[in-house]
């Protein structure tokens, strides 16, 4: 090649400029091309003019775009960058006709001379010289517009597979409750193809009859809250109820507002929450039985004991059975109110306290009169391992006061409390203001089966502590926590 010719065999010439390489000559270059020189040069889009393939011109927007000057553009340098930019030749002979004239766009990924990558959007057109067509082409970066496009894309991808794979049915609907976009969860929740679901009326073709009605409230208040979350139940066109919970959100988009819905399906859960309470109530039924038929052979037992009572020959003898008949009687209390009780876990200690105090007083024949019961027990519920305890003390300390405490028809009063104290514990009380106990008596020491009984309760049943005084009768505290 020669050292004045560029790969296309045109000699360059300093004086002419740019359009001498188009022709060869001046006075045969292209109408206006001082103009068009002009705004070539200036424009910050690149431009360029190829001969076949081979380059005649590029502007220095071409240069800032792709890395290559000018010289090495015309010395053949981004031959391939070019070959990556030109349309691909149309099968077959070209249709004669303007419309050979007319420009070609195309979008190309390229490779700059420091080797990034950057898409380009590229119009190219034929003109006709002295010298023959040549292709004048336009580049346009348009990188970050396909970066976005490409983000956008794959948020749409992300979107779409939430869509497409979420468990809970996503549906879009109108301020008419009509649907416009779900995803195929429908299919299994409603049993209806996300087809045939876009465009149906919700609430008309899904809701019970109680919900449907109550729609404009409830729709109401979603607008008015921006959302709303509720259970639904439904009936699903193959006449399957189906259970959900909704968790419905407002959204705006320009001047329109929609519905987004999330719908979790619950149907099963529901069944077996059903079927579970089912089974709770007939093991509920079964204790309770138990319950019933545990006192009633605790009763039993008791009336032994007085039908044996009255064959005693002395007064010892009947307060033994006494006693041991208003033990079995706090037992079989604790069963007779778990069994009335509407749960059959805890106790109501108010009620149970009363009754067990006052059977006590019946079963010694106590002139009421002359020695008072007056009760003082918060609104409390313990658990049975907690309330048996608390029963056996109570009798154990009520029968002393009346055995001991008001000799020769001596009168009192009897006081039995129970309040809750700081940290969960209890305390309980019995006292009365009768002739007390000496001093210094250790009540744990007694050799008596009752406070030895009461001790024992109050140590190793209720893991609680006890201490008593003898000061104007005898009063008897136990604290403890519930087990």
């Given amino acids: 090649m020669n050292a004045e010719e560029s790969p296309s065999g045109v000699p360059r010439d300093a004086t002419t400029g740019w359009h001498a390489a188009i022709s060869g000559r001046p006075e045969d270059a292209i109408p206006g091309h001082d103009l068009f020189r002009i705004i070539a040069e200036s424009s910050p889009v690149a ?38 930019l030109l349309p691909a030749p149309a099968e077959g002979p070209t249709p004669p006709g303007p419309q050979s004239n007319l420009p070609l766009r195309s979008e190309d990924l390229i490779h700059t001379k420091d080797g990034s990558t950057k898409w380009l959007a590229v119009t190219t057109a034929a003109i006709h010289t002295a010298q023959g067509p040549v292709l004048l082409g336009t580049l346009t970066d348009i990188t970050e517009n396909r970066q976005r496009e490409e983000a956008l894309r794959l948020s749409e991808m992300r979107y779409r597979g939430v869509l497409e794979f979420a468990p809970d049915m996503i549906m879009i609907y109108d301020l008419e409750g009509t649907v416009i976009d779900v995803n195929p969860a429908c299919a299994r929740i409603w049993g209806v193809p996300r087809e045939q679901a876009i465009g149906i009326n919700v609430p008309k073709t899904f809701w019970s009859e109680e919900d449907r009605v109550r729609f404009p409230e409830i729709l109401a208040e979603t607008l008015r809250r921006g959302e709303y979350l509720r259970d639904i ?63 009633n052979n605790m009763q039993i037992i008791s009336t032994l004991l007085k039908l044996q009572l009255r064959n005693a020959g002395d007064d010892q003898t009947r307060a033994l059975f006494r006693e041991s008949q208003n033990r079995i009687l706090s037992m079989a209390m604790i069963h007779e109110k778990l069994y009335q009780s509407e749960g059959i876990h805890k106790i ?111 140590r190793y049943q209720l893991q609680g502590e006890m201490d008593y005084s003898v000061e104007g009768g005898t009063t008897v505290h136990v604290t403890f926590h519930e087990r």
Avoid at 235 to 250: I, L, Q, T, Y
Wanted: aromatic fraction near 8%; hydrophobic fraction near 40%; proline fraction near 3%.
């Fill in 233 to 295: 139940e439904g009936v699903c066109p193959d006449g399957r109820h189906w259970f959900a919970e909704s968790n419905a959100k407002v959204a705006k988009v320009g001047d329109e507002t929609f519905i987004i819905v999330i719908v979790r399906d619950v149907t099963e859960r529901r069944q077996l929450e059903e079927q579970l309470g089912s089974a709770l109530r007939e093991k509920e039924t079964l204790l309770r039985e138990i319950h019933h038929r545990v006192k």
């Fill in 348 to 458: 109501d200690l108010q009620d149970y306290i009363n009754d067990l105090a006052h059977e006590v007083f019946a079963s010694f024949g106590v002139d009421p009169g002359r020695v008072g019961l007056r009760i003082d027990v918060q609104d409390i519920a313990l658990k049975m391992d907690t309330a048996i305890p608390c029963g056996l003390i109570i009798i154990e300390l009520i029968s002393n006061s009346l055995k001991h405490a008001f000799p020769e028809g001596r009168g009192g009063e009897v006081f039995i409390g129970l309040r809750s104290q700081d940290h969960g514990y209890l305390r309980l009380t019995v006292s009365d203001d009768g002739v007390g106990l000496p001093r210094h008596i250790d009540l744990a020491r007694l050799k008596s089966l009752g406070f030895r009984l009461v001790s024992d309760l109050a």
């Fill in 47 to 84: 431009h360029f003019i190829l001969r076949e393939t081979l380059p005649l011109y590029v502007n220095p927007a071409f240069e800032a775009l792709t890395g290559y000057s000018s010289a090495e553009a015309l010395d053949g340098r981004c031959l391939d960058l070019f070959a990556a």
